[in-house]
């Protein structure tokens, strides 16, 4: 039986050790919901262990001036605009080439009494009637939708619609 009063005391005495070194850690590091005053330190409870205290966590870096932010931006924006400058004026950087209309060729060629006669290559862009059917379909049909006239007129122009835009690809293909 002395045993077990024993065994009790020993595990009391243990258990305020780590009561009391808990409370010194909490006291070191402080809250973390509080922000600690300078004057406003809580007393240390004396420890009966021989245990070397810790030691102080470092301080904090000290954040940089508003002004340091503000010249990193002028800084960035000034660089932008001397490689704007500096960087050949282009496309912005597409690999394909510009959309260009080819000149007119002129091949000089003899003519039967000796001077060159000149030719002139002209392209003549012609639409099948059937895309043109098409296109005034369409504008009829987007009439009526912004009239917001949704009756039964606007059913059958999209059904002649329908037939002239597949007419129109058929005779529009090669």
Do not use: H
Not at 24 to 33: D, I, P, Q, W
């Amino acid at each position: 039986m002395a045993t077990d009063r024993d065994e009790q005391q020993r595990q009391q005495q243990e258990l305020e050790e780590i009561r009391r070194s808990f409370a010194e850690m909490g006291a070191r590091m402080g809250s973390l919901f509080e922000p600690t005053e300078p004057g406003d330190e809580p007393a240390l409870p004396s420890s009966s262990s021989s245990r070397p205290a810790l030691p102080a966590p470092p301080a904090a870096a000290p954040a940089r001036p508003r002004w340091w932010w503000a010249g990193a931006l002028v800084l960035l924006f000034l660089a932008g605009t001397a490689f704007g400058r500096i960087l050949p004026e282009g496309d912005g950087g597409s690999d394909v080439p510009p959309v260009t209309q080819p000149p007119p060729t002129t091949a000089p060629a003899k003519g039967p009494t000796g001077p060159p006669v000149s030719t002139v290559i002209k392209t003549v862009k012609s639409v099948p009637e059937a895309c043109m059917e098409t296109a005034e379909l369409a504008d009829e049909i987007i009439s009526r939708l912004n009239r917001n006239q949704r009756d039964k007129t606007l059913a059958l122009d999209l059904t002649d619609y329908t037939v002239a835009s597949q007419a129109c690809r058929k005779e529009a293909s090669p």
